[in-house]
């Protein structure tokens, strides 16, 4: 999950010391317009109406951190999609990002975590990409 959150993010870890001090000094290396929205689902896509971003690889990232740290539940959810404009493509995109990599990020915490992020690039394949574009 640090490789993650350090090439993808800009968390200096996947630990909530690590995300809390990338509001101080973020992960030099990272570039939140390195990547884009291509090659991911259309429902999860990001890239059309106003204030679009085309940071899903960055969000999705996200919710697997946020999943892996706070779990898949009620709390940790509201959380995660209280910080999307749901009146916005963008929002509702991300939330259906989160809807999928939270309750994964959750595996990965668990006792079988190894063997599930072992996996991990096939699911990602699987869940999250365009099957037409892969």
């Not at 890239?47 to 960055?58: A, I, K, L, S």
């Not at 999705?60 to 910080?83: E, K, P, T």
């Amino acid at each position: 999950m640090d490789q993650l959150a350090t090439a993808f993010t800009e968390f200096t870890s996947a630990t909530e010391l690590g995300i809390a001090l990338s509001k101080i000094s973020g992960n030099e290396s990272f570039s939140p317009n390195q990547y884009s929205d291509v090659g991911f689902r259309p429902e999860f896509q990001d890239h059309t109406g106003p204030e679009f971003t085309e940071n899903q690889v960055r969000h999705s990232v996200g919710g697997l951190i946020a999943g892996y740290l706070w779990g898949d539940n009620r709390l940790s959810r509201r959380a995660m999609d209280a910080r999307e404009n749901m009146s916005l493509p963008t929002g509702q995109a991300d939330t259906r990002l989160n809807r999928v990599t939270m309750p994964m990020g959750a595996q990965l915490s668990g006792p079988n975590g190894g063997s599930r992020a072992a996996g991990l690039a096939d699911w990602i394949r699987r869940t999250l990409c365009d099957p037409l574009r892969r």
